[in-house]
């Protein structure tokens, strides 16, 4: 007596032998963040690992996001400076943009009319290329002059909403103006300044890219 095996054997039998055969463990392309900034984010007076883009990626990874952060901060950059390089700084496999540009002018104490063009430009150029991308705020001190303080503190909400971009509101806050987490310059943040800015960021972060 012949066994004829069964209609529905034969069926998984032919495939399993022609299905493709794939890794255990899949993992999809990380998702890049560029940050176009200055000396903060350039990791200025740091280590390399202590970098807020080193921080911030791991913080990022820890929350479970495939993510690569891209650091593209170079430390004397005004908001003129990033918009001359934007095209080349931030390249096109970026999936989101932070722009943390403003501080050197701040302390170069620039017209604000200007600053908020040079902003407004570089969020064009990103719009166009398909770039997604976000804010990053600074208080300015009043000590500098209130009215000065005033305009300048307002360009970047008014930026966000004008261009629909997601803002975060003060990327130093907690951290400017405390000795404990600056280094003796008191302006670029510590390691331990690092961490405070990282653990404020990196949950707006998320929601941006989920």
């Given at each position: 007596m012949t066994c004829t095996p069964h209609p529905t054997r034969r069926v998984l039998i032919a495939a399993l032998a022609l299905a493709p055969a794939t890794p255990v463990?899949?993992?999809?392309?990380p998702r890049i963040v560029t940050i176009l900034g200055d000396s903060i984010t350039a990791g200025y007076g740091l280590p390399a690992a202590q970098s807020l883009p080193v921080q911030l990626e791991a913080a990022l990874k820890a929350r479970g996001l495939n993510v690569k952060v891209r650091g593209a901060g170079v430390?004397?950059?005004t908001t003129q400076s990033g918009l001359a390089r934007?095209?080349?700084?931030?390249?096109?496999d970026t999936a989101l943009c932070l722009i943390a540009l403003g501080g050197n002018d701040l302390l170069q104490g620039l017209d604000t009319g200007r600053t908020k063009a040079n902003l407004a430009s570089i969020l064009k150029r990103l719009k166009a290329r398909r770039i997604h991308a976000m804010l990053a705020g600074m208080r300015a001190p009043t000590a500098i002059g209130a009215g000065y303080a005033r305009d300048f503190s307002a360009i970047y909400?008014?930026?966000?909403?004008?261009y629909g971009v997601p803002l975060y509101p003060d990327l130093l806050a907690?951290?400017?103006?405390i000795p404990r987490l600056n280094?003796?310059?008191g302006i670029h943040p510590n390691p331990a300044g690092v961490k405070l800015i990282v653990q404020k960021l990196a949950p707006a972060i998320a929601r941006v890219l989920t």
């Open positions: 463990f899949a993992a999809g392309k430390s004397g950059d934007v095209d080349f700084s931030v390249q096109s909400p008014a930026l966000a909403k004008q907690g951290v400017a103006g280094q003796r310059d």
